[in-house]
């Protein structure tokens, strides 16, 4: 058998309410970040399994002993920018005081610099590409904010599947080819191609989001592995996103109109036997780790250009 790709797996860690669909209907909300975040802590712990943390800045300036236990316990912490505000909101200049402040925090929590960065909402589309710009100037090395399916709220629809290096001189949602220099490694989230891939155009449904968040809970544990499977056996890792507060179902408040209780609440009772499936059947790793490869081309591609 062809060796299994080693997956990413993610989460978000930011306050449960800071939710687009529930943010306007919670009035002082309780805290379960602790909580949450121990939940995982014990699962990743059970199959010995490192992973990305993308921690709001301020999350870490408020909790900085619980965002230095991840790094002292082998994870690694990345950005998930330091108010959660989605880049639509933002411009460049506030995009770029973002990271910084994130970078702060996080370096004042752990003592580690983020090399990582994923936008709230998975904001990075066409409308804000020009937050390559700002990345490419930052200290940031990667991005895991693209979501390659068009959905309402964010996504692009023909994105690349896979990781690739954003080239400066294409579209940032073109696998750079004529890259050169220093730059960014964007990994989107993952999708699966379905059969309909070839009627492309006629308006069929072609990829299917899966990896993370609503999507995983919504799927069957046994699709849900299906997916992951096939993805794989294409070559490509998978990009798995989840927030902490998914497996806190404490974190449920009273008098959500339906739409957004089913966005925000379905599966939440099965999503740790699911991501406990997950976890035995296929390997996993940080983002940085998945990504060191790409990770260590532009590294070489940067100091042969600086010794020419
Ligand atoms: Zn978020």
Do not use: C
């Not at 308006?203 to 993370?212: K, L, N």
């Amino acid at each position: 058998m062809e060796p299994q790709p080693v997956n990413a797996l993610s989460f978000d860690l930011e306050h449960w309410y800071s939710a687009t669909l529930v943010a306007d209907d919670t009035t002082e909300p309780e805290d379960h970040i602790e909580r949450s975040t121990e939940i995982v802590l014990e699962l990743l712990d059970k199959h010995d399994v490192s992973a990305t943390f993308f921690v709001v800045g301020q999350v870490a300036a408020e909790y900085p002993s619980l965002v230095r236990s991840l790094v002292q316990k082998g994870h690694e912490v990345a950005s998930h920018g330091h108010t959660h505000t989605p880049l639509f909101e933002l411009t460049k200049a506030e995009f770029a005081e973002e990271l910084e402040q994130s970078a702060n925090a996080i370096r004042q929590a752990t003592g580690v610099d983020p090399i990582g960065f994923r936008a709230p909402n998975f904001s990075i589309t066409p409308k804000t590409a020009w937050a390559f710009d700002v990345l490419n100037a930052s200290e940031y090395r990667y991005d895991s904010s693209v979501f390659p399916v068009k959905t309402p709220l964010y996504g692009v629809s023909d994105a690349p599947t896979a990781p690739y290096v954003v080239s400066s001189s294409l579209s940032p949602f073109d696998v750079g080819m004529a890259y050169s220099g220093s730059g960014i490694v964007e990994f989107p989230i993952s999708v699966v191609e379905t059969p309909l891939e070839r009627f492309s155009g006629y308006g069929f449904p072609t990829r299917i989001p899966f990896s993370g968040g609503f999507y995983a809970r919504v799927l069957p544990s046994m699709l849900l592995r299906r997916f992951v499977r096939q993805v794989n056996r294409q070559g490509r890792p998978v990009n798995l996103y989840f927030h902490p507060w998914e497996f806190n179902e404490q974190v449920q408040i009273e008098g959500l109109p339906i739409h957004k209780r089913l966005v925000s609440y379905y599966g939440m009772d099965k999503a740790i036997q699911k991501l406990d499936n997950l976890l035995h059947e296929f390997e996993f790793d940080t983002v940085q780790s998945v990504l060191s490869p790409e990770l260590t081309e532009t590294t070489d591609r940067t100091s042969t250009t600086q010794v020419h």
